[in-house]
């Protein structure tokens, strides 16, 4: 039995309705999950779970970065119950997603590389959510498309500048192996919320939501090759991975 959707499934189901034409992406002709966004013939849903998390995020998507097959944020909200979505918009940022910036049941936080930090924003390495204010939850904000369109984001978006800053710096490259960035150590947006789950004082959770993507990577890389991949070993090892990662916080 498939959970309910969440605020990715949602968001893409709106920017799919007001789109002129049909969005065409690498592996077009694929016949699609219209939840995961896999090849039927690999879909995940049956093994989504939510975890059990004292965390928030909220992903702030850059326009049709909701429609790619490839995007690992809505991986995020397969994990994390209490997340929440946004198309970016330089002019006029959604009402409702700045209210919950603002509301004080949550701390939030922007996750991005501490080199973009503006000037006197404090920039952490780490969450301690035992010493939050009025026990506030953290949310932690993604920004999720490409890397410059990242750094865009953040740049046209005043209302970021004033939060603190969480930042770290990965020491193993990308292993995201979908869409690769300019950089060697640029991560898939899910590798990011996976880092910052760990830096919040949720390791196992973290590992949950790493297994997850390795998963879904590995699925998304079958599903469009033309090819018949002979690693269904590794699919099937990268799969029970995950659901070992998922019988440790069971």
Not at 30 to 57: G, I, M, P, S
Not at 69 to 74: A, K, L, T
Request: charged share 25%.
């Amino acid at each position: 039995m498939h959970l309910p959707d969440h605020a990715v499934h949602r968001l893409y189901q709106y920017r799919k309705a007001i789109s002129s034409k049909p969005f065409t992406a690498r592996g077009k002709n694929v016949v699609r999950c219209e939840r995961c966004l896999l090849a039927k013939r690999y879909c995940t849903c049956a093994y989504r779970k939510l975890v059990n998390t004292q965390l928030a995020f909220m992903l702030i998507m850059y326009d049709d970065e909701v429609l790619k097959p490839s995007n690992s944020g809505r991986l995020i909200a397969d994990v994390v119950p209490d997340t929440h979505a946004y198309i970016w918009s330089r002019n006029e940022p959604n009402r409702k997603m700045l209210s919950i910036i603002a509301d004080s049941k949550y701390q939030a936080y922007v996750v991005f590389p501490s080199e973009y930090a503006v000037e006197n924003q404090q920039i952490v390495a780490q969450v301690d959510q035992t010493e939050l204010a009025d026990g506030k939850t953290p949310l932690l904000i993604v920004l999720d498309g490409s890397w410059r369109e990242a750094i865009k984001m953040f740049r046209k978006s005043p209302y970021l500048h004033g939060l603190p800053m969480l930042s770290f710096s990965p020491k193993a490259a990308a292993s995201y192996a979908l869409r690769k960035g300019s950089r060697d150590f640029q991560l898939g947006t899910a590798e990011v919320a996976s880092l910052a789950i760990a830096a919040a004082g949720e390791p196992l959770n973290a590992s949950v939501l790493e297994t997850w993507f390795s998963y879904f990577v590995e699925s998304s890389l079958h599903g469009r090759s033309r090819n018949k991949r002979d690693e269904l070993g590794l699919l099937s090892q990268l799969k029970q991975e995950y659901l070992a990662a998922r019988k440790q916080i069971e």
